[in-house]
């Protein structure tokens, strides 16, 4: 998510030297970040069990509950990561009342959708972890549409170029590795101490 996101740096850094064309053109780094994401988080589904294991939980009913809500975490990270270089790159851009807004409207949503989906209710049973699984990738997915729609949008396309850049140029998604891995290294690192 941090490696992704970090092309709002690189956004930032080109669009206020008046190189919105190199801008654009150093968002498909950060979506190539986003589709290898999408795929090593979807290849652990099967393995959640065993990596949940290594937490050492006793109880098997607690167990369980992790194992499935993992599985439905690493099944939204891919789309989480994608929102996080869009917002990102959106966010260098200076478009920050944007990114603000929809992260706002995204947690109202996964809220609304957790308590419902959770509890039950209007018609739908209680579904406990299921249902906190079901809202979270929804609201992933939701957002990851409404991102992409900007994405798509005239003013990428004329103004940044986005979809003339759109070839992954090896130079430059070797130069957004060298600074955006160690910055997601870093807060993996944090995470990991952490827990």
Same mark, same amino acid.
């Given at each position: ?38 795929? /090593?988080?979807? &290849?652990? $589904?099967?393995?959640?069990? #065993? ?5 050492? =939980?006793?109880?098997? !009913?607690? %167990? ?16 989480? /990561?994608?929102? &996080?270089? $869009?917002?990102?790159?959106? #966010? ?5 009342? =944007?990114?603000?807004? !929809?992260? %706002? ?26 249902? #906190? ?63």
């Amino acid at each position: 998510i941090m490696t992704a996101g970090y092309v709002g740096t690189f956004a930032a850094q080109h669009h206020a030297a008046g190189e919105d064309d190199e801008a654009g053109a150093m968002f498909w780094p950060a979506l190539f970040i986003g589709g290898i994401a999408c795929l /090593v988080s979807l &290849s652990l $589904i099967p393995f959640r069990s #065993a990596l949940v294991s290594l937490f050492g =939980l006793q109880d098997p !009913l607690v %167990a369980a509950g992790m194992s499935e809500l993992f599985g439905w975490y690493l099944a939204e990270t891919g789309p989480i /990561v994608l929102i &996080s270089a $869009i917002s990102g790159f959106y #966010a260098g851009l200076g478009r920050t009342r =944007l990114v603000f807004v !929809l992260s %706002a409207a995204s947690c109202a949503v996964s809220v609304v959708l957790n308590y419902w989906l959770i509890f039950g209710g209007a018609g739908v049973p209680r579904l406990g972890i299921t249902g #906190a699984g079901l809202a979270t990738l929804g609201t992933s997915v939701l957002f990851l549409f409404i991102w992409s729609a900007f994405v798509l949008g005239p003013d990428l396309r004329q103004r940044f170029g986005i979809w003339r850049n759109r070839n992954l140029n090896l130079a430059r998604l070797r130069r957004f590795c060298h600074y955006a891995l160690p910055r997601g290294g870093s807060e993996i690192l944090e995470m990991v101490a952490f827990l």
